[in-house]
């Protein structure tokens, strides 16, 4: 039904939706397209429609591939909980001058360079870097001990990198527990790990699974990390999608893998719905 | 008890802010070393810095980053701005669609909604540089300047809003002398938190740059591939000073905007 | 008679199904001080909303000067509001808080404005704040710079909610007194809502009792405080003993009523009471207050025990037990009778403090 009031409220909506829709909504819906058609020996894309493209995620080595993706996002999202959490609960409990010192630290790598940040590794872990230097020199190791180009060292940049985002997500949530329902639990003869088992950690759920979220979708995408520490040794989504486009010039294939990334996007959005109830991702951002 | 608590406590922060800084001021140390590797330490330098005033490539991809992270963030404050002051207009249902749409950038992994860019400008036969690096990178910043002064829109106590408007101020007039002046704060963080994002992209600009028109950080990335050399260290040095130089701008001009 | 200044005229008003205002009737004289109060919930914001044009009416009109503004908004209606939170624009010193209204309105030059600005702050006794931020004045302060922003634009009506709700007793108190002083300075019409029946006592020229969306009674403080129309209004303006009785005889305005087992005499002072026939049911209305305690039997008088002896400073609450039924006397002194719990005593009241009231369905007796 159309009512000529609420139109007349929302018109300046209008705008603002056309904008992110011509965006984002046109080029996805290219996308979609796209990973219908096929393209020639050339790399130009030729428009007969085909599902070969989403065959080939079933191909053991792309299907390994979506699994590599996947097990480095849920791992990066389980490491950043565990080291995160204290972090979070812990600053949540500082004094006021000191917690907002702690947050300030949490905050600041936000606004230093990624790739800085990931280069940093490549200087700590190198073979030539700054632990095996100290270790050769303290003679604990008499040659370089390889930690770079392993699936493990794309997992500590890609964490190290997100962990933020877990840190403050729950932060969120601790700091809005009310703090005399811990006092309540005490005072009811609770011990104050049952009184974190049983009231902090199932209030401070909704942080949890955002911070999984927001830890879970970038970590998908980041292919510069495992190109820079993991050096193509394991293969990730992101790398392949992108050698597809700019190297192996099948655009319709990544197109397809994007779509298959989306979906794992909308699968986990989907689990933090269901978990949190939070239907507009309002504990998200 | 409680005093072991409270050490194990500060032992933990201490130690994770530790990690979490140690590879930044390795980076920043080893931009001083003499040797090229990181092998050894052989005296203070500052040629690796000479070398990157002298580097034609570095500082033509510089000026690009630049210009497209100043556009950007004015792009973004504009429309961040004007999307968040009409979401507080419409009704409820329209202001969550409003909220579907501009997440929606942030829930897409950067990697699908460049390539997918890629091939939609390209459809459109748009020159690849400063226009669709603009047009991409106000898509992921916007984002934030729209939550952010909506985040103190919704602080704004209503009968603020009512009062100027019993005092004779029109929808506009509350607008202009109300709304903008105590969301400018917000509007400032969030553009020079923007100002960064852009100047910090990779993902995205990779597929957004033009042949004549390569981003710092892509530039950056494309020389990491090939190996360490301290004369990344001591760019991304700058580049850090630089960041940290927008940060602290922007809490004095919070602090003075608070006053 | 003066046409009124501002007519409300059956006004209706939903929020979603749930009805707030019903059929909503008032005059608003030019130049008179008039309360609405009422407890909380029971509309009289929203009234003052619609008057301010911050929400509209469902049905009904509001005449201003005698034309229709029902359709106006807030901006074009020359009415301001005094917020209960004062509602201070937090990025303005008190000077440009001040002149936000002719400045938006283009009413007057800067030159006048710094004119009348110095004039309503000596108004409100707050010169020489110009330049101050109202992070740096007291809630006192914020409400005078508040009514002061108001006063500007010169408004035909000053629309004031709960102004004093946020302020301690002390300067509430003093407050009051001001803002009267104020009013029939700037001789402008103060429409004020409260639930605080004491403050609208003391302030008002006329008051106007709400209970859930309708006005019970307007009268002045007086006559709402003596001759209350309903239960609503006799217990919501003073303390008083409410208590079902049974007329049995009705003679020249003054009535036998039967209250419990003892015959007492009252004087109906309003015409409808004065109708009531022997064996109608009615409800005997007692200020607290007016009632006396004595040791020997007066005239007129019942038997009681006394229950509890409560003594708060200048008065003494006693609660009495009269055959069962409980009844409270508030006394600021008695030097004629020394009593005690558990003492038989003889209760008596002022002619003047009881009345009868319409007897109301649902009515139970409540300690209250």
Excluded at chain 2, 51 to 56: E, I, M, S, T
Excluded at chain 2, 186 to 206: C, E, F, G, K, P
Excluded at chain 3, 16 to 34: A, H, P, Y
Excluded at chain 3, 41 to 65: F, P, Q, W, Y
Aim: hydrophobic letters at 45%.
């Amino acid at each position: 039904m159309f009512n000529k009031e609420k139109f007349k409220q929302n018109a300046p909506a209008i705008p603002v939706l056309i904008w992110v829709g011509f965006l984002v909504g046109l080029p996805l819906v290219f996308v979609i397209i796209l990973s219908f058609l096929t393209r020639d020996d050339l790399g130009n894309v030729v428009i007969k429609f085909t599902l070969s493209n989403y065959k080939k995620i079933f191909d053991p080595t792309y299907l390994k591939v979506f699994f590599n993706s996947f097990l480095l996002a849920t791992l990066t999202g389980l490491i950043t909980l565990i080291i995160g959490y204290p972090v979070a609960y812990f600053t949540a409990n500082l004094s006021p001058k000191k917690r907002s010192l702690s947050i300030g630290l949490i905050m600041l790598p936000f606004w230093i360079s990624s790739l800085l940040r990931t280069y940093g590794w490549i200087i700590l872990l190198g073979n030539t870097g700054i632990i095996n230097n100290i270790l050769t020199k303290l003679n604990i190791i008499q040659s370089p001990f390889n930690m770079m180009y392993k699936f493990s060292t794309t997992l500590i940049g890609t964490a190290y990198m997100l962990i933020p985002f877990m840190i403050i997500a729950i932060y969120n949530s601790v700091d809005k527990l009310d703090k005399s329902l811990l006092e309540a639990s005490y005072d009811l003869g609770a011990s104050k790990r049952q009184t974190f088992l049983n009231i902090t950690l199932p209030l401070t759920l909704p942080g949890i699974a955002g911070g999984f979220t927001l830890v879970f979708i970038p970590s998908l995408g980041l292919f510069f990390i495992s190109d820079l520490l993991g050096g193509g040794m394991t293969l990730f989504l992101g790398n392949v999608i992108n050698s597809q486009v700019t190297k192996g010039r099948n655009k319709p294939l990544a197109a397809a893998f994007s779509i298959g990334m989306i979906i794992l996007v909308l699968i986990i959005l989907y689990l933090y719905g269901k978990l949190t109830k939070d239907k507009k991702g309002e504990g998200l951002f | 008890m409680n005093k072991t608590s409270n050490r194990f406590r500060t032992f933990y922060l201490s130690l994770f802010f530790v990690i979490l800084y140690i590879p930044v001021l390795g980076v920043v140390l080893y931009s001083f070393n003499k040797s090229p590797s990181t092998a050894s330490w052989t005296g203070f330098t500052l040629d690796w810095y000479r070398d990157l005033f002298n580097d034609k490539v570095i500082i033509e991809s510089f000026k690009i980053s630049i210009k497209v992270a100043l556009l950007t963030s004015i792009l973004s404050a504009i429309l961040g701005t004007t999307t968040a002051i009409i979401s507080t207009y419409v009704t409820s249902k329209m202001e969550n669609v409003i909220r579907g749409v501009m997440i929606l950038p942030l829930l897409v992994p950067e990697v699908a909604l460049g390539v997918s860019l890629l091939l939609f400008f390209s459809t459109l036969n748009l020159p690849f540089g400063i226009l669709t690096l603009v047009l991409s990178h106000s898509l992921f910043c916007m984002p934030y300047v729209y939550l952010m002064v909506l985040l103190r829109l919704k602080e704004i106590d209503i009968s603020i809003i009512e009062s100027a408007k019993d005092l004779g101020a029109t929808r506009w007039q509350v607008i202009k002398t109300i709304l903008l002046p105590l969301v400018t704060p917000s509007i400032i963080t969030s553009s020079l938190l923007a100002l960064a994002m852009s100047l910090d992209d990779v993902v995205i600009s990779t597929y957004m740059s033009g042949p004549t028109s390569t981003t710092l950080p892509v530039h950056i990335f494309s020389m990491m591939r090939v190996g360490v050399t301290p004369k990344i260290n001591a760019l991304s040095t700058l580049i850090l000073v630089g960041t940290f130089f927008i940060v602290g701008l922007s809490q004095l001009l919070n602090k003075k905007s608070n006053q | 008679m003066n046409k009124p200044l501002l007519s409300l005229i059956d006004i209706n008003k939903y929020f979603d199904n749930f009805q707030v205002l019903k059929n909503v009737s008032l005059d608003i004289k030019d130049g008179e001080f008039l309360t609405l109060l009422g407890p909380s919930g029971c509309g009289k914001t929203t009234i003052l909303r619609c008057i301010a044009g911050l929400e509209t009416v469902d049905s009904g009109d509001i005449l201003l000067n005698g034309k229709s503004v029902v359709y106006l908004p807030a901006n074009k209606r020359n009415v301001n509001t005094v917020f209960q939170n004062y509602a201070l624009f937090p990025h303005l010193n008190m000077y440009d808080n001040i002149a936000y209204g002719p400045r938006i309105k283009k009413s007057m030059t800067e030159d006048e404005i710094k004119v009348r600005v110095a004039e309503v702050l000596h108004l409100v006794q707050m010169s020489g704040y110009e330049d101050r931020m109202s992070s740096q004045l007291s809630g006192g302060q914020m409400q005078r710079i508040a009514i002061a922003r108001a006063l500007i634009n010169e408004p035909d009506i000053l629309l004031l909610d709960e102004p004093l709700g946020a302020l301690d007793l002390k300067l509430r108190k003093h407050m009051q007194r001001e803002l009267a002083l104020l009013q029939k300075q700037t001789k402008t019409t103060f429409v004020y809502v409260t639930h605080d029946q004491e403050e609208a006592v003391n302030i008002s020229d006329r008051i106007a009792v709400m209970n859930k969306g309708v006005i019970q009674q307007i009268g002045t403080p007086r006559e709402v405080y003596n001759h209350p129309v309903n239960l609503f209004v006799a217990s919501f303006i003073g303390d008083r003993n409410i208590k079902e009785v049974e007329i049995l005889e009705n003679n020249n305005n003054y009535h036998k009523v039967k209250l419990g087992n003892n015959t007492v005499t009252i004087r109906c002072s309003r015409t409808a009471e004065c109708k009531s026939k022997p064996g109608d049911k009615a409800l005997l209305a007692i200020h607290m207050d007016k009632m006396k305690i004595d040791c020997n039997e007066m005239p007129n008088s019942i038997k009681g025990k006394v229950v509890s002896v409560h003594y708060a400073g200048s008065q003494t609450r006693t609660e009495l037990d009269v055959n069962g039924q409980s009844l409270t006397a508030i006394e600021y002194q008695n030097e004629d009778c020394e009593y005690k719990i558990g003492d038989k005593v003889y209760i008596t009241w002022e002619e003047s403090g009881a009345i009868l009231l319409p007897m109301e369905d649902g009515f139970e007796e409540s300690g209250v």
